[in-house]
T-cell receptor, first 112, second 114 residues
Framework: NAGVTQTPKFRVLKTGQSMTLLCAQDMNHEYMYWYRQDPGMGLRLIHYSVGEGTTAKGEVPDGYNVSRLKKQNFLLGLESAAPSQTSVYFC???????????FGDGTRLSIL | AQSVTQLDSQVPVFEEAPVELRCNYSSSVSVYLFWYVQYPNQGLQLLLKYLSGSTLVKGINGFEAEFNKSQTSFHLRKPSVHISDTAEYFCAVSDMDSSYKLIFGSGTRLLVRP
């Protein structure tokens, strides 16, 4: 009963390095989302996808790219990491626009 | 929804006391409302949701919330809290204006003391 799985769980990067965060869901959901969580700011939407092969920008997309080549996977990329991207990243999936989202356990990313 | 406001960043209560966590939103159209709970080092779990119908919504772990359209509020309540309820609670709203994307409040940390 995996639900939404995020890898890795922790990562430390140096400024300028690149990396990809992977999100996988086994619930056959059409919708997938990437959020970042910062203290006192709740969750802010980075990018989202309403189906395989589609992506769209959220509230804070700058510095990130995403891809949804397979329905069950949603990748978040940082091309050139900056200290301002130090955060906890959450992936979520869901069945529709007015339905609850199911969240992964998060990836803690520190950029030095 | 334009914004979601959770006025209290932290709410300390004693075990077995009642608690109310406040959530107000701004929207001019029909809304869908959610409360999520986040335990330490975990993702968010759905507590309850309001999509339509009865304005009093019951969720898991004894929580309930009441949708008040005139006051644009969706406050979360529990009549008697346990130590295990210590967590961060997020209110979230979606509507047509936000293309049905979830907009989250900044969160309220519930701290239950023995």
């Amino acid at each position: 009963n995996a639900g939404v799985t995020q890898t890795p769980k922790f990562r430390v990067l140096k400024t300028g390095q690149s990396m990809t965060l992977l999100c996988a869901q086994d619930m056959n959901h059409e919708y997938m989302y990437w959020y970042r969580q910062d203290p006192g700011m709740g969750l802010r939407l980075i990018h989202y996808s309403v189906g395989e092969g589609t992506t769209a920008k959220g509230e804070v997309p700058d510095g990130y790219n995403v891809s949804r080549l397979k329905k069950q996977n949603f990748l978040l990329g940082l091309e050139s990491a900056a200290p301002s991207q130090t955060s906890v990243y959450f992936c979520a999936s869901g069945t529709g626009s007015n339905q609850p989202q199911h969240f992964g356990d998060g990836t803690r990313l520190s950029i030095l | 929804a334009q914004s979601v406001t959770q006025l209290d960043s932290q709410v300390p209560v004693f075990e077995e006391a009642p608690v109310e966590l406040r959530c107000n939103y701004s929207s001019s159209v029909s809304v869908y409302l959610f409360w999520y709970v986040q335990y330490p080092n975990q993702g968010l779990q759905l507590l309850l949701k309001y999509l339509s119908g009865s304005t009093l919504v019951k969720g898991i772990n004894g929580f309930e919330a009441e949708f008040n359209k005139s006051q644009t509020s969706f406050h979360l309540r529990k009549p008697s809290v346990h130590i295990s309820d210590t967590a961060e609670y997020f209110c979230a709203v979606s509507d047509m204006d936000s293309s049905y994307k979830l907009i989250f409040g900044s969160g309220t940390r519930l701290l239950v003391r023995p």
